[in-house]
């Protein structure tokens, strides 16, 4: 069975400083891992994702993330915060057997403030 | 990235009636579709997962007589919302994969907000 924790409802940060949003994974086979972002009143769009290649990934808008087996973690981050970076983020699993689905975190919703 | 296409992005509909939300892959073949329903700031709720050409299958607790899905083709899913009444109304979104499976990312339409009035 797969599972996914973000561990931070919200995270509020100053434009220009650091982003971190965090999330905890459990799986029984060797997972693949996604970021998605999600505007208000929109769909959901991939930033990057882990599929068992290099274990630090670089997406869009300049968001990277690392993947740590020993820690069971798949956090998000990004050097400096843009207004435009204001959403949400739902840290993904997905593993194989599991009937394609993929399995959701509860998400966290960015602030980022002048 | 891939394309998903979702329709209509917004609905209103009186209580008692049907209605009908399109999501169409655009540029690849989505051999996995899913439904899913979002409350106000909160996550995703699978409803169902269709393959085309097979039979939807539903999540527990999800009235698949009320929210009939119907996966005729790779490129076309549809979610039909029966007798829709006022508890009905939420954001709904879909999504695709392709044959590649779990290794894979799923493209996601851009929702559809339906109000049952």
């Known amino acids: 069975a797969q599972s996914v924790t973000q561990l931070d409802s919200h995270v509020s940060v100053s434009e220009g400083t650091p982003v971190l949003l965090r999330c905890n994974y459990s799986s029984s086979y060797s997972p693949s891992l996604f970021w998605y972002v999600q505007h208000p009143n929109k769909g959901l769009q991939l930033l990057l994702k882990y599929t068992s290649a290099a274990t630090l990934v670089k997406g869009i808008n300049g968001f990277e993330a690392e993947f740590k087996k020993s820690e069971t973690s798949f956090h998000l981050t990004k050097p400096s915060a843009h207004m435009s970076d204001a959403a949400e983020y739902f840290c993904?699993?997905?593993?194989?057997?599991?009937?394609?689905?993929?399995?959701f975190g509860t998400g966290t919703q960015l602030k980022v403030e002048l | 990235g891939a394309v998903v296409s979702q329709h209509p992005s917004w609905v209103i509909c009186k209580s008692g009636t049907s209605v009908k939300i399109e999501c169409r892959s655009l540029d690849f073949q989505a051999t996995t579709m899913f439904w899913y329903r979002q409350f106000p700031k909160q996550s995703l709720m699978l409803m169902a997962t269709?393959?085309?050409?097979?039979?939807?299958?539903?999540e527990q607790g999800v009235e698949k007589d009320k929210f009939l899905i119907n996966h005729a083709s790779l490129t076309l899913s549809t979610l039909t919302v029966t007798s829709a009444h006022p508890e009905d109304s939420s954001f709904y979104i879909c999504?695709?994969?392709?044959?590649?499976?779990?290794?894979?990312?799923?493209?996601f339409g851009q929702g559809t907000r339906l109000t049952v009035v």
């Open positions: 269709s393959n085309e050409g097979s039979k939807a299958t539903y």
């Open positions: 993904v699993v997905s593993e194989p057997g599991g009937g394609n689905k993929l399995t």
């Open positions: 999504s695709a994969r392709g044959p590649q499976g779990a290794r894979t990312e799923a493209f």
